[in-house]
């Protein structure tokens, strides 16, 4: 998106506050999926019916009208607001001005952010300090962190912000083909849930350039057998008996590990989320480890079977 651009250009006399808006923010917009008209919009330079903030018994003006607000169906959700190269988008001033359009009856968005091309700075409304600040260099190889804060899907759930990224989506946006055979060692499984009486799936954690994702496996049901067969028998039966009964979920805790192969499936949509599952193909060992682990969920509502739990409980027996 921005390959042709260097820094350079910033310090150039003449790429002023109106070439931000149309060679740094104007692409951005596009490519998180605004557009002058639909469902999830851009305003440009939207002015307000009453433009001041009452507090107690005095108006407080408004005085800047930010060069976007965006929109999902029709409801405010950003505001970000260009500044020359020359301009800082972390001095007071400006941030004040953004946040009084921000928290404005007529706009009441909770985020807010200000872009000069050399930084885009994000901040919440409740907060005094960004919640993202990232330079130019880093538009693109962060452009997940953008996505989390200003592409609509976050900004309409907002808790999608706490789940780490998807594993199979980053493989297949550096090109990974479903036919390309991914070989894994030492997998370790948390939570498993029954999704048709033939497919299951389980959920893993795995760092991949130095940020966590999660991973969800898909397999079919024969192999079930074959997942749980380095478990204890005890624990192996009621384990797969909690798969078969409402609420047809498990919580592996980590304990079963796995060395498997797996391609990539079809992009799934999930309740908040669009994923791309894994799908094992082959599992070559399966190994029961209930080593502790620094990240082992705490989380697990109190319907869902826990096998390190179970585990535990029979080591105190």
């Not at 005094?128 to 989390?148: A, C, G, H, M, Y």
């Not at 669009?274 to 599992?283: A, M, W, Y």
């Not at 705490?298 to 105190?316: C, G, S, T, Y």
């Amino acid at each position: 998106m921005f390959s042709k651009i260097t820094e350079e250009v910033f310090d150039d006399p003449d790429f002023k506050e109106d070439s931000v808006r149309e060679v740094i923010i104007a692409p951005m917009l596009s490519k998180l999926g605004y557009f002058p008209t639909g469902a999830t919009k851009v305003i440009r330079s939207k002015t307000l019916k009453h433009p001041y903030i009452r507090v107690g018994v005095r108006n407080f003006p408004v005085t800047m009208i930010p060069d976007y607000t965006l929109l999902c169906e029709d409801k405010p959700v950003f505001v970000l607001d260009a500044k020359s190269p020359k301009e800082d988008v972390l001095k007071e001033e400006h941030i004040q001005q953004a946040y009084s359009y921000a928290v404005h009856p007529e706009v009441k968005c909770n985020e807010f952010g200000l872009c000069n091309g050399r930084q885009l700075a994000i901040f919440h409304v409740d907060q005094s300090d960004p919640v993202l600040v990232l330079n130019f260099v880093e538009f693109e190889s962060r452009w997940e962190d953008i996505e989390k804060f200003i592409s609509p899907n976050y900004l309409k759930n907002p808790a999608l912000r706490k789940f780490a990224p998807d594993f199979g989506s980053k493989l297949k946006r550096l090109g990974t083909t479903e036919d390309t055979d991914l070989v894994m060692f030492g997998v370790r499984l948390n939570t498993f849930a029954r999704v048709t009486d033939d497919l299951f799936t389980a959920s893993a954690n795995c760092d991949f350039g130095d940020i966590p994702h999660c991973v969800s496996y898909d397999f079919p049901k024969q192999m079930l057998s074959k997942i749980v067969a380095g478990l204890p028998a005890p624990l192996r039966d009621m384990f797969c008996d909690a798969l078969n009964r409402a609420p047809f979920q498990a919580a592996a805790g980590l304990v079963i590990e796995l060395d498997l192969t797996a391609n990539l499936g079809e992009e799934t949509q999930g309740q908040l989320e669009t994923f791309i599952p894994l799908v094992i193909q082959k599992i070559h060992d399966s190994r029961f480890n209930p080593s502790p682990v620094p990240n082992d969920p705490q989380d697990i509502p109190d319907k869902v079977f826990q096998l390190r739990k179970a585990f535990k409980m029979q080591e105190q027996a």
